[in-house]
């Protein structure tokens, strides 16, 4: 079992360009979940899946964030235009259900310069 | 508000010595606690979640609702334990984890 996969693990942009992150879930996860993890911070939710719904996005900045789950299974998020307070890194999680246990992938470092 | 603090950003013990890493929250119902641990080169895991009350690699945590904290314990730390920390809460009816701020514990030899 490969777990969550996440690609590309590390990615360099300048600013203003945009951006894409893709996620792979755990097979028959149906929770999806995108953290923000600054550095030296804890991870902090952006946008929550149940199968291809967001049913969280509260924390998402949707003038230029924006993600989806097509056909309840990858999930691509994306930023556009990416500002240099965007890189950090960001992590995809699934899980079973809402209650179960949050399997996290490796993560994608985003450094904007 | 849904809060977490780990007031120790860096902590540093012997190997064989007893570690406390400390987790304290902020949350109005009956939350479940977590620890998540990050090796080094590692990906985000699950060390152990309070409802289960088990002990995972030495390490066990009690949730004490007076003082509200999930404070990680082990009495003889190893060099492999190593590693990032968190502290993550969930709340009543919510599904998103809410995570401290991290605590890297160092093992010296």
């Known amino acids: 079992e490969a777990g969550v996969v996440q690609s590309p693990r590390y990615k360099i942009i300048e600013k203003k360009q945009p951006v894409a992150f893709w996620c792979n879930p755990i097979?028959?996860?149906?929770?999806l979940y995108w953290y923000l993890q600054n550095l030296g911070q804890g991870p902090e939710l952006l946008i929550r899946?149940?199968?291809?719904?967001?049913?969280?996005d509260s924390q998402l900045p949707k003038d230029r964030f924006s993600a989806e789950r097509l056909k309840g299974v990858d999930s691509t998020l994306k930023i556009q235009p990416a500002e240099l307070g965007d890189s950090a890194v960001y992590l995809c999680?699934?899980?079973?259900?809402?209650?179960?246990?949050?399997?996290f992938g490796q993560g994608t470092r985003l450094t904007v310069v | 508000a849904q809060r977490v603090t780990q007031p120790e950003k860096l902590l540093s013990v012997f190997k064989g010595a007893p570690v406390e890493l400390k987790c304290n929250y902020s949350?109005?119902?009956?939350?479940?606690l977590f620890w998540y641990v990050q090796y080094s080169r590692q990906r985000l895991q699950l060390l152990l979640r309070?409802?289960s009350r088990e002990s995972i690699k030495g390490f066990t945590a009690d949730l004490n609702k007076g003082e509200t904290s999930f404070h990680l314990k082990k009495p003889f730390a190893q060099e492999e334990d190593s590693a990032m920390y968190y502290c993550?809460?969930?709340?009543?009816?919510?599904?998103?984890?809410?995570f401290g701020q991290g605590t890297r514990l160092t093992i010296n030899p």
């Open positions: 309070h409802i």
């Open positions: 999680a699934s899980s079973s259900d809402t209650i179960g246990e949050a399997f």
């Open positions: 993550a809460l969930r709340g009543q009816g919510a599904q998103k984890l809410v």
């Open positions: 899946y149940e199968n291809e719904e967001a049913v969280d």
């Open positions: 097979s028959g996860h149906n929770t």
């Open positions: 949350y109005s119902g009956s939350p479940e």
